[in-house]
């Protein structure tokens, strides 16, 4: 198998035909051995029974579903546990990617590169509520994970195999997934690519999803500071609370030297600088057991049926 392209839809209804004739035409242009892999994200309405549709005379098309609506990036962590290619491609479902790029894309790959993200230069999306929050989620990204990559929030990618067999992403971490492979070493190409506008159904991001990403990235940019060693950072943290401690400690007893005198907040002050880095060295510890013996990412998601190819 030389191309899995893993494709995660929700609620999709009107596009999941039409992409799979488009996918299929493109794929015969290129002349490889391939599989596409639908991932239903807990639908809600006919994209399933769509899916089956098209996938019933097509071998090569294989549908997961998802016993409940995960989110983007589980489905396409999902889509990643069922790859059998050697090149692993992603791509939206709403037909606003073009397949006719997937071939430029193992071209590049082909020039020796582990991962090529698509750049969505002229989008055809609403300038409010998608384009301004993703040029700022971008920047941000930039500036607080480093890298140089213009459109962390293009789906259409591709990866060779070993990077995805090393990489378990969750919550919605798929926009971040190109800067977390470039630190395993991956070489990276940006590759601009074609961006239509959506033909039927509705967007499922808005400006609702501002905040959760800013969490998101918050937390990836404390995983990737403290992941390695974590009971230093903390240790770290903790050691203002402890010069804190110990000047409140000289300073009581300078003050208690004095007859009659006995000041209560020097002392306050100390139990609770000395309290709060005792705490903060606790807490590192139980994050390198943390990081050791385990993960934050939460259960996987449960697959109901898996159709096409075995």
Same mark, same amino acid.
């Given at each position: 198998?030389?191309?899995?392209?893993?494709?995660?839809?929700?609620?999709?209804?009107?596009?999941?035909?039409?992409? =799979?004739?488009?996918?299929? /035409?493109?794929?015969?242009?290129?002349?490889?051995?391939?599989?596409?892999?639908?991932?239903?994200?807990?639908? @809600?309405?006919?994209?399933?029974?769509?899916?089956?549709?098209?996938?019933? !005379?097509?071998? +090569?098309?294989?549908?997961?579903?998802?016993?409940?609506?995960? *989110?983007?990036?589980?489905?396409?962590?999902?889509?990643?546990? =069922?790859?059998?290619?050697?090149?692993?491609?992603?791509?939206? *479902?709403?037909?606003?990617?073009? $397949?006719?790029?997937?071939?430029?894309?193992?071209?590049?790959?082909?020039?020796?590169?582990?991962?090529?993200? !698509?750049?969505?230069?002229? @989008? =055809?999306?609403?300038?409010?509520?998608?384009?301004?929050?993703?040029?700022?989620?971008?920047?941000?990204?930039? +500036?607080?994970?480093?890298?140089?990559?213009?459109?962390?929030?293009?789906? &259409?990618?591709?990866? @060779?195999?070993?990077?995805?067999?090393?990489?378990?992403?969750?919550?919605?971490? =798929? @926009?971040?997934?190109?800067?977390?492979?470039?630190? /395993?070493?991956?070489?990276?190409?940006?590759?601009?690519?074609?961006?239509?506008? +959506?033909?039927? *159904?509705?967007?499922?991001? *808005?400006? /609702?999803?501002?905040?959760?990403?800013?969490?998101? &990235?918050?937390?990836?940019?404390?995983?990737?500071?403290?992941?390695?060693? $974590?009971?230093?950072?903390?240790?770290?943290?903790?050691? $203002?609370? &402890?010069?804190?401690?110990?000047?409140?400690?000289?300073?009581?007893?300078?003050?208690?030297?004095?007859?009659?005198?006995?000041?209560?907040?020097?002392?306050?002050?100390?139990?609770?600088?000395?309290?709060?880095?005792?705490?903060?060295?606790?807490?590192?510890? &139980?994050?390198?057991?943390?990081?050791?013996?385990?993960?934050?990412?939460?259960?996987?998601?449960?697959?109901?049926?898996?159709?096409?190819?075995?």
């Amino acid at each position: 198998m030389q191309l899995s392209v893993v494709v995660p839809v929700y609620n999709e209804e009107a596009n999941v035909g039409p992409l =799979h004739a488009e996918l299929t /035409s493109a794929m015969e242009m290129l002349d490889i051995a391939y599989e596409v892999i639908f991932v239903d994200d807990g639908s @809600r309405d006919e994209t399933l029974e769509r899916l089956l549709v098209a996938c019933e !005379g097509d071998p +090569r098309v294989k549908v997961l579903r998802l016993s409940r609506n995960y *989110g983007q990036t589980a489905a396409i962590q999902a889509g990643f546990d =069922h790859a059998a290619g050697e090149i692993v491609m992603t791509m939206d *479902g709403d037909l606003q990617n073009d $397949p006719a790029d997937i071939g430029r894309l193992l071209a590049r790959i082909d020039e020796g590169y582990d991962i090529v993200a !698509g750049w969505r230069r002229k @989008r =055809h999306d609403t300038l409010l509520t998608r384009r301004l929050p993703s040029i700022a989620a971008n920047w941000l990204i930039r +500036r607080l994970v480093g890298g140089n990559i213009h459109d962390n929030g293009c789906a &259409l990618r591709a990866y @060779r195999r070993e990077f995805v067999e090393r990489t378990q992403i969750y919550s919605d971490m =798929h @926009r971040y997934l190109v800067p977390l492979l470039t630190l /395993s070493g991956g070489s990276i190409s940006e590759l601009v690519v074609n961006h239509r506008a +959506r033909r039927a *159904g509705s967007t499922k991001y *808005g400006l /609702s999803r501002i905040w959760k990403v800013a969490m998101d &990235l918050v937390a990836l940019k404390m995983l990737l500071r403290f992941s390695s060693h $974590p009971a230093v950072w903390f240790t770290l943290l903790g050691f $203002p609370f &402890l010069v804190v401690a110990i000047a409140a400690a000289i300073f009581s007893a300078y003050i208690y030297s004095f007859p009659g005198e006995s000041p209560i907040v020097p002392v306050s002050i100390c139990l609770i600088a000395m309290f709060a880095t005792v705490n903060l060295v606790l807490f590192g510890m &139980l994050a390198e057991l943390v990081v050791r013996l385990g993960d934050f990412r939460e259960s996987e998601p449960l697959i109901l049926r898996i159709e096409g190819r075995g």
